[in-house]
Nanobody, 120 residues
């Protein structure tokens, strides 16, 4: 089985920084796209950033210039560096990965979520 463990969330003041990480473990053969989503109270879950196996990235407009997504394929880990945080960034952040195992084709897996709270 595959599991994703997130870490790095917390409470910061506006203008501060956080670095989220999400490590995949289990019977992993390959990982394709890795991404970060967030969900604020009463809001729909939205994509924040994504990165392909080749390193191509995509960001939500709200994240451009402030957030950086990266990955370490050797560690099966994806990161989200968040700088210049704003109160509107407050949400639960979830990682999402496309994982293939020896017995199963690519399928989506979600992390447990980590809370990011930015105070004004």
């Amino acid at each position: 089985q595959v599991q994703l463990v997130e870490s790095g969330g917390g409470l910061v003041q506006a203008g501060g920084s956080l670095r989220l990480s999400c490590a995949a473990s289990g019977s992993i053969f390959s990982i394709n796209v890795m991404g970060w989503y967030r969900q604020a109270p009463g809001k729909q879950r939205e994509s924040v950033a994504a990165i392909t196996s080749g390193g191509s990235t995509n960001y939500a407009d709200s994240a451009k210039g402030r957030f950086t997504i990266s990955r370490d394929n050797a560690k099966n880990t994806v990161y989200l560096q968040m700088n210049s945080l704003k109160p509107e960034d407050t949400a639960v952040y979830y990682c999402n990965v496309d994982v293939a195992t020896l017995s199963r084709r690519y399928s989506n897996y979600w992390g447990q979520g980590t809370q990011v709270t930015v105070s004004s």
